[in-house]
Every structure is written in C-alpha cells, then in structure tokens.
C-alpha cells in the first residue's frame, strides 16, 4: 500500500469544479490552509463557493507550463482568495503566493516566473476588487 506525503493529502481535500466561464473554478468545500514558514504564522480560510482563476498567465507561456498545474493550485486558490478578500496589502498577499509555491515543490523557475509574474501585473487584478 502506497503512503500518502502530507502534500498529497492536502490535494485531495480540495474538492473544486470548473464553471461556465473560461478559466473559472468553484470552491465546493471550504478549505483551509495553515502557512508555517518562518516569515508567517497564518490561516486562510476559503468559504464554500469561492470562484477563482487558478493561475492566469498569458497564453504565449502556456507552451512552457500549463496555468492548471497542480503544482499551483493551493498557491493559486490562497493567493486568489486573497486578492479578492484585500485583508492584507497585495505585497503581502504575493510573498504569501511565493511561501506556498516554495512548500508546494513548484519548480523554482517556475515559482520565480510566476512571482515575478504577479509582482508586476497584480495591480490590474487588485483594482477590479
């Protein structure tokens, strides 16, 4: 019998499904994430029937990583979640997205490009809010 790693648990706890509109997923569980790390002591709390993107990057990098990867999908939830929720400073809410993909094993490469990513275009999703 195969062991599940804690990560692996904490994926099969996310119970999402995709809506109608392009690149939107629903939340059909809460969920909750504890991020220990040595920069924060936190608990996100995503309410049944959130909506979110997972990872929206443009489509010229789709060739290099898919923005569906389950690699992401924790960091994209909270970071997501976050954004919408504007409880803490966007700046904030990024470094959180870069905590998580650290403890998620997201390629570093990857995990860069994607905080990098959201570092210099986020503002345009944080003012829609």
Not at 66 to 78: E, F, R, V
Not at 84 to 111: E, G, H, W, Y
Request: with cysteine; net charge positive.
């Amino acid at each position: 019998m195969k062991t599940r790693t804690p990560l692996e648990s904490m994926y099969s706890r996310i119970k999402i499904t995709p809506t109608w509109n392009k690149n939107e997923w629903v939340l059909l569980d809460e969920f909750i994430y504890y991020l220990w790390s040595k920069w924060f002591k936190d608990r996100i709390v995503i309410p049944e029937g959130f909506i979110f993107n997972w990872a929206s990057i443009p489509r010229v990098f789709h060739i290099i990583w898919t923005p569906m990867g389950q690699d992401t999908l924790i960091a994209s939830l909270c970071h997501d979640y976050l954004y919408s929720t504007q409880d803490i400073p966007r700046a904030d809410a990024d470094d959180r997205f870069n905590s998580i993909m650290l403890l998620c094993d997201v390629r570093p490469i990857k995990r860069i490009m994607y905080y990098i990513w959201v570092r210099l275009w986020g503002w345009v999703a944080w003012r829609k809010k």
